[in-house]
């Protein structure tokens, strides 16, 4: 009882610290969903796409850049890396899955360039959080008020692009690209687009954070990628992604939920080490649930994704 | 109108395994006229439509549309002026994209794309009326997702989706080979109509010989990647589906079976 009552108080308090961080970090999300469903190009650039973020960001406000500037110039490297991982997999035919390793491999080293060293405090410097009227800077709500902003603006626009004429060829070519060619829509130019987009939400989650936390570190993308992939997993199983609309809503609503769910783990005692591998299975368990279903025949050919 | 002019191309060139696709082929259709293509397996039919789509690069030789020379143009860009349903239901369509949404990306195969809102009231009205004609009850099903049609009612949609906005070319890559009689018959009559209606310029491969007998102006043999036969006026009105057969140098299990 004494337990659970620990667990419990522990969880409200961290309550609004979590909320803020899935707020930011449902960029990632944002970033990893719509490369793999909105163009069925699965795509690893977020691991590096999120620290370039970061990297680029910190330097910029250490140099005293005001913090808007820094965000909207470290979404530009990220759009960047994007078009490259979609560039290498179009022009050389390597999977998009290589691509995409090839290019976070790379961005570490062009990350710790970029810094000039590991880790790099920005403490102390102005953000973006500390914008918001009748809050005190620094505390989760102005942080809650300030990402949920921009995670509302970014979720409007995404709608209205997808729904209108080039956002529905986008989609085409993720459904059918060879029909999306044949129906006049540049496969090459949707794909590059839509995996360099993705690669700049990813870069503002970054931005965003090491406003929030105050340092940039070149590992802070460690595992972002299979921890995005869980929340969009656990998004698409509350709102599912029948929709444009629901789609869209998945990695916003998995976010909140999957960092409330893991700050519950935290605070019911769960060693942080183990972190990695509970998400791991659970993302593996979400993803074998529809074979699972499917009755006990054997797994079926493959999955149809685009090489 | 279509021009093919000395088209070749040879697939694994100086290979053990080199394949002579299409030899100096030479074709013309004049505006409206429809063409339908037969020939053997291998003959080059396949490479014939391929090329005029732009998904075949050629070693050599032209393809001429209305005048325009397009053989350096890539798929995307042909895509204005031609239109072709493929003989696979699921290739014509995107499967995860709804009825409604698979007629706005057909509607804007010749247009620019804007960042407008795509599929508005006006728009859904239109693709009803459109649908309802097929009679497969499409028209109320704007909203489901093509996957779960029938292949049928697929290659229907992929019909009216490629003859929406009269392109300048029709192509149909034995589009009726992968359904059932009937329904064969319902997309083939869908497709005699809409060609007729709207005085289409029209290619259409089979390997059906009396889809080669009743319909079409002109039948085209193929063998070994060129022109092999051309029959047309009253020498196509008079011919039968053995006269056809007749005329195939390697005769395929297939084409009995067909005719």
Partial sequence: MDFLQNTIASFISLVPVTLAQSLILAFVVLGIMIPFRMLSFPDLTSEGAFPLGGCVCGVLMAAGMSPLPAILIALVAGFVAGCCTAFIHLRFRIHTLLAGILMMTMLYSINLRIMGRSNLSVFGSATVFDWVPGLQPGFPASKIVMAGAFGLIVFALLLHFFRTEKGTAVRAVGANPDMAEAQGINVWLATIGGVGLAGAFSAAGGALMVQSQGFADVNMGLGILINGLAALMIGEAIVGKQSVLRQLAAPFVGAIVYYQLVSFCLAAGMPPPDLKLATGLFVLAMLALPSLKRSRGPAPARETVRE | ?259
């Fill in chain 2, 1 to 259: 109108m279509l021009e093919i002019q000395s088209a070749r191309k040879v697939f694994y060139k100086g290979q053990a395994d080199e394949k002579t696709a299409l030899n100096d082929l030479n074709l013309r259709l004049e505006t409206g006229e429809f063409g339908v293509v037969i020939g053997s397996n291998g003959a080059g039919k396949s490479s014939m439509l391929n090329a005029i789509s732009g998904a075949l690069v050629l070693d050599s030789g032209k393809i001429v549309i209305n005048g325009d020379d397009v053989t350096a143009m890539p798929v995307h860009k042909r895509a204005m002026r031609l239109a072709r349903v493929f003989q696979d239901p699921m290739k014509g369509t995107a499967a995860s994209m709804t009825v409604a949404e698979n007629m706005l990306l057909a509607e804007l195969r010749a247009n620019k794309r804007t960042l407008r809102r795509g599929l508005n009231p006006a728009r859904l009205a239109a693709y009803k009326e459109r649908l309802s004609l097929l009679g497969l009850g499409l028209e109320n099903r704007l909203d489901t997702r093509v996957e779960l049609l029938s292949g049928g009612q697929r290659q229907s949609l992929s019909l009216i989706m490629a003859v929406g906005g009269s392109p300048e070319l029709l192509l149909l890559d034995e589009h009726t080979a992968a359904l059932d009689p009937r329904t064969a018959d319902i997309v083939m009559q869908a497709t005699i109509r809409a060609v007729e209606a709207l005085k289409l310029t029209t290619l259409m491969v089979t390997h059906n010989m009396q889809h080669a007998v009743d319909f079409g102006h002109r039948v085209i043999m193929l063998d070994a990647g060129r022109v092999r036969l051309e029959i047309a006026g009253a020498e196509k009105t008079s011919i039968t589906v053995p006269d056809l057969i007749g005329h195939f140098s390697v005769k395929t299990d297939r084409m009995f079976l067909a005719s």
